[in-house]
Each structure stands twice: as C-alpha cells, then as structure tokens.
C-alpha cells in the first residue's frame, strides 16, 4: 500500500492459497497457508489460527512461520463430532501484536472435518511391548501411506509459549521524549571530559539499573533478543519493499523452512519415535516396536494426506529388560568393562548398577545398553541390579578368583626419579597396562607372567602399582615407592627483607600439583617446579637476632620432606630503608621518589610499588631515586628495594616507607591534564577511582561520585568542599575518616543555593543525594561535650569554671545556658574560647559575659540540690552546612517590649 502523503510503502501480508480446505476429524494434518508478508511483528509466536467460531472454536498450533508460509497442526474436532458425517467451520487468522485479520482467498477460508476422510482404531493386540515386539492395530480406513509414531503419554501435546501482548502504538501517540535535568551537561572526570549520556545514564526520576537481573528478567531479555529480528524484519517490510525481499532472501532465520512433516509434526506434538510399519490393510497396520526408554507411549497412525486415525485405545506400556551382560566373567579386583545389552534404559534419568553390593560405574547410556566398569567382588556368580526410568531389572556375572591377574613382585619396589619397573605374577593377559597410583607406566615387554615398563619421575611419596588385562580387568596390587628428597638449597644465607631467590636442588618433586615451600614455617613464593628442582622467592622475617637459622620444608600431596638449617637469615646481608619522600603521589605515575637507607648496591637496584617498577634515576649504596610508573587505582602499598644477590631490603619502621598511590584532587593530571575543577562545573568520579580532596574547592555546580571514592586528606589542617549538589549512585562513596581511623583535621562541605534553585529530581536542591552508595564522615572523639559551671560566673567575667575537664580548644565555640527565669530566653550566650587551663577545668573567653550564669549548691533538709548553669561545645571538627545568600535575607527589627513568658 502506498501513502499519499509521504510516498512511502507499507508491506501488507498476503494468501494466495492454502494446503488442504478439508481432512479428519482427528485433526494432526499440517495446515499450511502460502503468500507473502507472513511474518509479522513479533514473530510466529503472535500468529493466531483459530478453527470455527465460539463455542466451537479450536487452535491450530503454529509450528512455523516465515515471509512466504505458515504451518500449523489441524485440531482435534473429534469432541464436537456428535452423530455428525461432516462439520464445516471458518478459519480465522490474527497476525502480530495489533492482532491483524489476514484474509484467505474466496473458497479456501473454511475447513470441513468428514468422515469419509477419517481413519479410525479400535483395537490392538498386546499392551505390554518390549523392542522388536510387533503390534497389530484394528480399525477401518487405513491406507498405505499411514505412518505410526509413538509418543510417551506425559508429554502435554501442545507447548505454546505465552507472550503478553504490546499495546500498539500509533504514530499519533508517540510523544517527545522528556528533556533530561543533565541535558547539554560537560562532566570533567579523570579522563579529562566524559561523555555526558555515559555519566547521566538512569540518573533522572528513575532508580539506576542494577548489576544483576533476575531469572524472570534474563528470560524476558532472551524473548525478547529472539523476537528483535522480526521485529526489525517487520519495520523494514512496513518502510522498503525491496530491501525487504533482499533480507528475506539473504537471512536463512526468516526464509528457513521445515519441509520435512516428521520435523514439523514433532515440534507440535512433543518428541516423536517412529515405528517400522510392518504390514497395512484397510482395517489393520502391523508395525514393530524401535529400541525406546521404558514409560508408556501413546500410538498416533498418522495419514498424511488426511491426518490423524481417530479411537482410543489406550497406551502401550514398553518395558525395561535385560538380554545379554557380555563379557559375564572376570576379575575379582574389578576394572573390566562389561555391556548391559537389552531395551528400555533412560538416558534422560540416572540409570545405576549394582553389582552385588557395589556399584558398577556406569560409563554410558542408551536405550538399548549400558556400558560400566565392574567394582571388585568375591569369587563366585554375583547379582546385576539394573535401575532405569524408576524401574528394576537383574541380570548376572561371574566374579573368577583363578582368572584374576596377580602381581607377586615388582621391582625395584622404590626408586628417584624417573626409570624401568618390573613386574612379576600371573594371568597378565596378552596386551596388559600399567598404572601406578594414577600415572601411566608405559609398557615396553610382556608376557602372561611379567610386565616392563618405564615410569616418568613422580611425586615423592607412596604409590600402588596395578595391572589390567584388558580381557578381564585390574589386578592384585604392589607397593611402590617414588623417593621424595633434597639434596642442596642455595645459596644458603640472605636478608631479613627476603627476596633471595633459593633454588632447592632434589628428586620427587610435585610438578603438576604445586607443593608448598616454608622456609622457617614462613612461606617462600614459587616462582618454578620440575621434578628435580624448586625455585622460590624467600619471605621477609621480622625477628631481630642478627642471625637466624631455618629449616626448609616441602610439603605436597604426595609426600613432605625438610632440610634442618638450611638457610640463615643474615643482618649483615640486609639492606634496610629508613625514609621515603614523598609518601604520596597520582596514579599517572610520574612522582619522584627519594629512598634513604643502608645496604644498597651502587648499581643494579630495582624498586617497586604494589607490583608496579619505580623507574630508578640514580643510586648509591645510601640513596636511590626513582619515579613512579602508572597504577590500577588507589593503593598504600610498602616500598620494595631488591638489591643484587641480597634480596629485598628491610625497613626499620614500614609507614615510613609506605607510598601512597591516590589520585589529587589539586593535580591537574587527576583531571586530564586539563586543569583542577572550576567554579560552576560539573565533576564526576567514576567507578575505579578515588581522589583525595588535598584543597579547598571553588563553588561546584554539581558533585557526582558516581562508583568512585572521594576522601578528604588528613594532612590538610582545613579543607572547604564547596557545591550545589552532591550525588552519589552505584556504590559511589564519600569519605571523612572512618570508624577504625576518625578525622582530625577540620573539614567543611558547604551546599550553596538559594529558595528559587533548580530541583535535582526525587532529592531538591542545595542537597546531598544517596542512591546506592555511602558516606562515611567521622570526626575526632570528644569525651565531654556538656558539662555545668563548678563556681557562678558573672556578668562581665571572662573566665569559667567547669565540673569536669574537657579536651575542648581555643577557637572553638560554647554555648552557657541561661539560669534566670522563664522569660530570661535572651540570656543563652555563644562565646569563643581563648584559652583552656592545663587540667582542662577553667575556660577563658575572648568576650566577657552578658548576664550572671549562677552555680549554687543548697541544702533542704538532708537533700543537697545543685543548680549550676550548664555549657556545651558548639564546635566540631566535621562540619556540613548551608551558605547564606545575602539576596534572600530579611532582617527584621526587635520588638520593642520584653519577651513575657506569662
């Protein structure tokens, strides 16, 4: 169809014929409708092929759709049949999700169920089947081309996939879409300038995506991934017919078609096992039953011109049997492979063996057989237990003593390294194998009576050697033994830092399962194995003799072994570090660092940081300068100095050679190189990364901590965080001190804005947002923080005193409680401290007090009542608080009367 308006084409379906107008009353024929633009929106999934009209109306289930054919399986109309020879219903068919009526061509939008064309069943002659059983099917109307399938009865006949429909949206109804608060936003991040619809994703009024969908979600994700094609395939037939016809040609997905019936019969009706048809008559069909897992199966005599037989006569019940257990005899050791031959084992299902009391391992499955390795039994007949598809079935086999391969000696019983094995006994067999613990000894002679073979270097430790004929199974085993030792460690003394590298000289090392090295019980880091040598990486020890002994132990899963005093911690082979400087710097790399200490060599020295090698510049025996190399996120990681044929140095206080990779806030290269943030931008930390506020900041427009870290620095005695909005989403983290750590420095975040600011969605303006994330904010401990007068403090004064000492600090601010009557509001007073007495109990102001606060203490009766005035700290080291916007302000004069209270 082609639109006046815009010359544009829309792609309309179209039938030119259907395959069959009439059939049985059993349905089960294939209906298929033939044009083109067949695939609609959505996919087969959203064809509906209705048969007659309510209350008669039946599905025909849709097998297949494609741009030029769709199949579906004639129902089974036989319920609405009565006394009736013929029934003519409507076909009615609805495509995509705006449920679009396709029209059928005139005399073909109606299907006639006869009886004239419906075979049917009455009888059969046997219910319980077995392979290879023939069953005999009475009936009447059969023809030569039936076919017969069985079925297994559970099955559900139909298995249509339920899509919920989309309301369809017309073009009148699509609206602009919302303009986004972050629309036209420059976000500076690490990077330099993100990009904004990266940073702003799920950031307005909806929550942010999670990290991980459910079950339900990763389905509808899937329907939806297998549907997206259609639904392009559709959009695009709707806008160009030519590249239409091009795709549908080009893309096997839309143009495949199932010709074969059987393949399109199956997906209808479930899986499908063919049978051999032995014989056809017009009132009978013969037909042998195919190898099968047992169950009950339903027959289906399938006329392919017709459709189904109709009549029901029940399911035929296919069996579990045993035939044959070849071989049936063999080696009391077990180890023989033996085939359980016969019909109706599941593959879908565990199937077990026993035999005797033990359990065969089964190695394979088929409906047919069942293959396993025999265990060991007692000489004499055993029983075979079979258990398949929940049902039992016993066969037998022969365990022979006399027949048994048995190994009387072996030789040499131990041995280093790798070398030749004989082994001596009996009932070998003509082409015997050899394992010893789980390796292979490679034979290279043998009789019934005597095996050579040569063994690989193994794992120091104790094996069992075995023999299996391969005509009857494992034999009797020997002892053998692979000699775990060591022979030389060198060299055989270095640093308290560690870092030599000790090679371990020896035999019966573990090369596959890496063993364990401790060099006085510390663990010595691997860096190769061989069967016959071990090198590691000695570990750092923090005793402090000036020299200690050790022993070097190997320990794996063969065997352990150790060598006493093998190697000595030396301190005159130390190298030590003293100082570091600086003991911070970016993740970009590129700060340089001066390490002091002792020990070095004046050539050859490596540094390194967390992994990462400190580029070295210069160095001497006392000093080495080296710059820092870019890091993977922030870390405080010690500094490591390994000196030449001594190993790493040691430190003689680690925090002062600890180095800091973090990312500062006051470097222009935490930004890109673009310069430190300025006022009014918008600044983003992304996931991965964490910066330390180490300054002051300008007046930010907006602060997003999105999945990254921003921390304030310690060494700073006062930083100012200065922003109109702060939001941290997906795990973004904002942080002054810790629990474990508090902050002592003073830090302050000021939210600036005004009453007629822009809202942020869901949280407002002049805000701190969390959605997803943390922040994390402790200030240092103050053990009092409210006390009371010890003595009265009067008008005019410039000195308290307090019942209880307190930590408070000249700067900060207290607050006196007013000790008048009730009308006496006016009387609270804010003061500045000036100084605080030694033993923390007498304050000094920087101002003299207003009004009198009293502190008495009176005596009624034998009850003493204190009335001292009370005082608390204003001040804290964390801050948070609002500007004041001077164009917002109204003051407004005192009354001219005294407050009364009444």
């Known amino acids: 169809v082609q639109s006046s308006l815009d010359h544009s084409f829309k792609l309309m379906p179209n039938v030119d014929s259907v395959s069959a107008t009439s059939g049985s009353w059993a349905g089960g024929n294939l209906f298929k409708i033939s044009g083109s633009g067949l695939l609609p929106d959505g996919g087969k999934d959203t064809v509906l092929v209705n048969f007659g009209e309510y209350p008669f109306a039946m599905g025909c289930q849709v097998v297949d759709a494609n741009f030029n054919e769709i199949t579906c399986v004639v129902p089974d109309f036989a319920v609405n049949k009565g006394d009736q020879v013929s029934m003519t219903v409507n076909i009615l068919i609805s495509m995509g999700y705006d449920s679009f009526e396709l029209v059928l061509p005139e005399g073909e939008s109606q299907y006639e169920f006869k009886d004239e064309l419906t075979p049917t069943i009455s009888s059969k002659d046997m219910t319980n089947v077995v392979a290879d059983s023939v069953v005999e099917v009475q009936g009447s109307g059969i023809e030569s081309n039936v076919k017969v399938y069985l079925r297994k009865s559970e099955i559900s006949r139909f298995r249509r996939r339920n899509v919920r429909r989309r309301r369809q949206v017309s073009d009148d109804t699509l609206t602009e879409k919302p303009k986004s608060w972050f629309d036209n936003v420059n976000w500076k991040c690490a990077s330099g300038y993100c990009n904004n619809e990266e940073v702003s994703s799920g950031m307005d009024a909806q929550p942010s995506q999670r990290s991980e969908r459910s079950t339900e979600e990763e389905e509808m994700e899937q329907i939806i991934a297998d ?83 109709m009549g029901s006569i029940g399911a035929l019940t296919n069996d579990i049997v045993v035939d044959s257990i070849l071989p049936n005899i063999g080696s009391v050791y077990g180890g023989q492979v033996i085939t359980i031959s016969g019909s109706g084992f599941c593959q879908d299902t565990a199937s077990n063996v026993i035999i005797g009391s033990s359990i065969c391992q089964v190695l394979s499955v088929s409906a047919g057989s069942i293959t396993c390795i ?62 010893i613990g789980k390796y292979t000894c490679a034979v290279t002679a043998s009789t019934d009576s005597t095996v050579t073979c040569d063994i690989e270097s193994l794992p120091g430790g104790m094996y069992f050697a075995m023999v299996n004929n391969n005509d009857f199974g494992y034999s009797s085993t020997a002892t053998f033994e692979s000699i775990l030792n060591i022979n030389t460690v060198t060299p055989s003394a270095g640093s308290f830092g560690g870092g030599s590298m000790l090679s371990i000289d020896g035999t019966g090392f573990d090369e596959e399962n890496m063993p364990s090295v401790t060099v006085c019980n510390n663990a010595c880091s691997l860096v190769t194995v061989t069967a016959t040598n071990i090198v590691c990486i000695t570990p750092a020890n923090d005793a402090a003799d000036n020299k200690l002994s050790c022993d070097v ?24 570090i003293n100082s570091l400087f600086p003991l911070r710097g970016g993740t970009g790399g590129g700060t340089q660092i001066t390490i002091s200490g002792s020990g070095f060599a004046s050539t050859g020295n490596k540094v390194s940081i967390d992994g990462v090698e400190c580029d070295v510049s210069t160095e001497s025996e006392t000093e080495i300068v080296c710059f820092t190399n870019p890091h993977n996120g922030a870390i405080k990681s010690a500094v490591i100095v390994e000196v030449p044929t001594q190993g790493y140095a040691d430190y003689n206080n680690v925090e002062d050679a600890t180095f800091y990779y973090i990312d500062r806030w006051s470097s222009i290269w935490t930004w890109g190189g673009l310069g430190t943030p300025l006022e009014g931008e918008y600044i983003v930390i992304t996931n991965g990364q964490t910066i330390l506020l180490d300054t002051s900041t300008p007046v930010l427009k907006f602060l997003l901590i999105k999945g990254g870290t921003l921390m304030f620095d310690r060494e700073n005695p006062e930083i100012e965080l200065n922003t109109e909005y702060i939001l941290l989403v997906e795990g973004g983290k904002l942080e002054i001190g810790t629990e474990e750590e508090p902050y002592e420095s003073k830090a302050i975040i000021t939210m600036h804005g005004h009453v007629r600011c822009t809202e942020l969605p869901i949280f407002g303006c002049k805000v701190i947002g969390v959605r997803n994330g943390t922040l994390d904010f ?40 007013t000790t008048s009557d009730r009308s006496s509001m006016k009387e609270n007073e804010e003061k500045v401290i000036a100084s605080v007495s030694a033993d923390g109990y007498t304050i000094t102001l920087t101002e003299p007090l207003k009004y009198q606060h009293i502190s008495i203490s009176q005596t009624f009766g034998d009850q003493e009542v204190e009335t001292r005035g009370e005082v608390g700290l204003l001040t804290r080291n964390v801050l948070i608080r609002g500007s004041m916007n001077e164009q917002f302000v109204e003051v407004l004069p005192a009354c001219e009367q005294e407050f009364n209270s009444g």
């Not at 039994?377 to 037998?396: H, I, M, N, R, Y």
């Not at 082994?423 to 050899?434: C, D, E, Y």
């Not at 132990?553 to 030590?576: H, W």
């Not at 200030?779 to 009265?792: D, E, F, K, N, Q």
Request: hydrophobic share 35%; aromatic share 6%.
């Open 553 to 576: 132990a190997i320990s794996q899963e063969s065997g352990n072994v150790a060598e006493s005093n093998a190697f000595e911690y030396d301190r005159s082979l130390t190298p030590m």
């Open 374 to 435: 025999t265990p060991s039994g007692t000489d004499g007949e055993a029983t075979v237990a079979v258990e398949s598809c929940s049902l039992s079935v016993s066969g037998s086999y022969t365990y022979s003593l006399s027949g048994s391969p048995e190994i009387a000696s072996i030789s040499p019983s131990s041995m280093s390294g790798a070398g030749t094995v004989t082994l001596s006994g009996s009932n070998f067999g003509s082409n015997p194998k050899v394992k």
């Open 778 to 817: 402790h200030g240092s401990h103050v053990p009092v923080t409210w006390t009371r007068l010890a003595t009265t403090a009067t008008a005019g004064s410039t000195e308290i005193v307090l019942t209880h000492p307190v930590t408070w600090k000249a700067g900060d601010q207290i607050a006196l409680a």
């Open 227 to 309: 549907e997206f094609y259609d639904m392009l395939l559709n959009a695009v037939c709707e806008e160009d017919v030519d590249r239409c016809i091009y795709m549908m040609k080009s893309d096997s997905k839309s143009v495949e078609k199932r010709s074969a019936e059987e393949e399109l019969l199956e997906m209808s009706l479930g899986e499908l096992h063919e049978a051999e048809i032995v014989s056809v008559s017009t009132t009978s069909v013969s037909f042998k039953i195919p190898t099968l897992p047992a169950g009950k199966y339903d027959i289906i005599i399938h006329d392919q011109d017709k459709g189904n037989a």
